[in-house]
């Protein structure tokens, strides 16, 4: 199925939570932040939701320095 990420096309697996497009994309849980179709979504449903074919996800990674 097609999605957009961060404005890029992917092509993506059927059945796929949002946690489980974190791991297709190789990106760790607990340093992104989340907004599909432009609504933020919060970490406590991302294991409940569904990807459906033109969602659009922005998804920025946390990066830690000095």
Known sequence: MQIIVNRE???VPDGL???G????LH?????VAIELNGDI???NRWQETYLHS???FE???LVGGG
């Open 9 to 11: 096309s992917k092509e």
């Open 41 to 43: 979504l919060p970490k």
């Open 54 to 56: 033109s969602d659009r």
């Open 21 to 24: 497009l974190l791991d297709h």
């Open 59 to 61: 998804i920025v990674q």
């Open 17 to 19: 939570a949002v946690s």
């Open 27 to 31: 990106l760790r849980a607990d340093r």
